[in-house]
């Protein structure tokens, strides 16, 4: 295969999470840093900003470690699967793509990693008039105490018996959780990681009293 590189001897890389299959960069190499990301088995680009090499995570620590390397159809473009040690961007977000510009929300299926995104996209960059950002900016305490007066909210609703009053109440409930999470620049995949560890506890466990 003959990759096709542009006059400046470059070809886009978008990486990709493996697991989650979230887009997180789009990086340039040439085929120096292809050869050092294949050998290595992790991502090394071309920065254009500061016209050398640059491994990923050589500073921060955030190495992106390659599950694949795939060209596109007309060979100018490649698509990286990589397993990460942390954030993608340099401003702590997981994802380089997070400033929402167009969202179709009949269309848009609802996803809890796809809110996550948006309210970090609101604490990357406030919008006027907005809820979420206005929490951000008040920090931490405000939004422990929203956190505290929503859990407040369920329980009463939920001790009411009260079943759309507490799907309402957990709704909100998990929003200002989310909030939070992002507040602290905890990921959705570290939460989700904790559960499954307890999963596999959980389940090895009811093993051994099977026994």
């Not at 100018?76 to 793509?97: M, R, W, Y």
């Not at 609802?110 to 920090?139: H, I, M, N, V, W």
């Not at 409930?173 to 602290?184: E, I, M, T, W």
């Not at 905890?186 to 989700?192: A, G, P, R, S």
């Amino acid at each position: 295969m003959a990759l096709k590189f542009d006059e400046k001897g470059l070809i886009p890389a978008i990486v990709q999470d493996e697991a989650s299959g979230q887009v997180l960069t789009l990086a340039y190499m040439n085929a120096e840093s292809l050869a050092i990301s294949i050998a290595e088995k992790r991502t090394c680009f071309w920065s254009r900003s500061r016209g050398k090499l640059w491994r990923k995570g050589e500073e921060s620590g955030n190495v992106q470690h390659i599950v694949s390397i795939t060209a596109d159809c007309d060979e100018d473009a490649l698509l990286i699967k990589v397993n990460k040690d942390g954030p993608a961007c340099h401003t702590g977000q997981e994802s380089c793509f997070f400033n929402q510009i167009y969202l179709d929300e009949a269309a848009q299926s609802f996803t809890l990693q796809g809110l996550y995104d948006l309210l970090a996209g609101r604490k990357a960059a406030p919008k006027e008039g907005s809820y979420t950002s206005y929490l951000f900016e008040k920090g931490l305490d405000k939004i422990l105490k929203k956190v505290g007066e929503e859990s407040t909210e369920v329980i009463i609703a939920a001790k009411a018996a009260d079943r759309a009053e507490t799907v309402y109440e957990v709704a909100d409930l998990c929003y200002h959780v989310l909030v939070l999470l992002v507040n602290a620049g905890i990921t959705l995949d570290e939460v989700k990681a904790e559960l499954a560890g307890r999963h596999i506890i959980d389940h090895k466990v009811k093993q051994e009293k099977m026994r």
